[in-house]
């Protein structure tokens, strides 16, 4: 199959062309998984209008971005903390997994050293999971997330395989779920050590941003060779296409259209699933919600 590069055309000519031609579209391997960060705009609305929208299986709340040095907090850029426990509930209610994510496009996080794996480990576990202990507080209140998400993009690799073990050991029945969102290139600079270990169900590829092996940079050429290496490398594990409606929106600023993703996703990247394809991330609700691109994706993911 030949690949091509993203054009620039308009998302309603694209949507009109996609919908008029899948009757005779190539079948691939579908989950209907979609999964979305939410968390960075206040204009995407609460967690549980996007869990009500009935197109995610999984919402990532993102980020918990300050961790390592003693102190621990997350930035839900404008979301009131009131409510949002109640809504990781309602969504868990609808059989939606909410994950909280940890790291994100700051500077304000780092491992250095083992003793502090450990304890941010602790406190993910007492303040965002299914521990309890006196004096750490809970910003959800009794609410528990499903599991820790590692979107590691600042700062040294060190000590996220031990901080991915130690949280693991902390539920003894069955472990804490555990998902990573890394960059494209194989093997991430910062994740690599940590997805070794074995421990986590599911990678999300970011194929979008500034790496050579974005869509917006290597075209869908770039996106499949980087693919088929990492389903190939983690054959046990669920591996996701991360993609961007609009690039203007991802955190690393970089400028593309919700056309370009729409097209080449159904005619070049879809077909290219494996046997270990978990379904579709999306970043993020705010930029899902203004050009409805998860309406769309959601009958093919």
Request: aromatic share 12%; hydrophobic share 40%; proline share 5%.
């Amino acid at each position: 199959m030949a690949f091509r590069r993203p054009l620039a055309l308009h998302p309603l000519v694209i949507a009109f062309v996609l919908v008029s031609c899948l009757a005779g579209a190539a079948t691939a391997k579908q989950t209907g998984q979609l999964t979305v960060f939410w968390g960075r705009n206040a204009g995407e609305g609460t967690l549980r209008e996007a869990c009500d929208t009935g197109l995610y299986s999984t919402v990532v709340i993102s980020f918990y971005s300050v961790f390592g040095h003693g102190r621990y907090w997350g930035d839900l850029s404008g979301h009131p903390l009131a409510g949002v426990g109640a809504d990781i509930k309602h969504c868990q209610s609808r059989n939606i997994l909410v994950l909280l994510s940890i790291g994100g496009p700051r500077n304000g996080y780092s491992l250095p050293s083992s003793a502090s794996a450990t304890a941010v480990a602790d406190n993910l576990w007492n303040a965002h999971l299914g521990g309890r202990r006196n004096g750490v507080y809970r910003p959800f209140g009794d609410a528990a997330v499903d599991g820790i998400d590692f979107y590691i993009d600042q700062g040294a690799p060190d000590h996220y395989d031990e901080l991915a073990s130690r949280l693991d050991g902390h539920n003894r029945r069955k472990g804490v779920r555990l998902t990573a969102t890394p960059r494209c290139g194989l093997p991430d600079p910062r994740l690599g050590a940590a997805l070794r270990t074995g421990l986590f169900e599911r990678i999300h590829v970011r194929f979008y941003g500034n790496d050579s092996c974005s869509l917006g940079k290597g075209g869908t050429y770039g996106v499949v060779e980087q693919w088929e290496k990492w389903t190939a490398a983690f054959p046990r594990t669920l591996v996701y296409l991360g993609l961007a409606p609009a690039e203007s929106g991802v955190p690393e600023g970089a400028q593309g259209t919700v056309a370009v993703y729409l097209k080449y996703l159904y005619y070049d990247l879809l077909p290219k699933k494996a046997n270990n394809y978990g379904g579709v991330m999306v970043w993020d609700r705010f930029t899902d919600k203004k050009t409805r691109w998860s309406s769309v994706v959601s009958g093919w993911a």
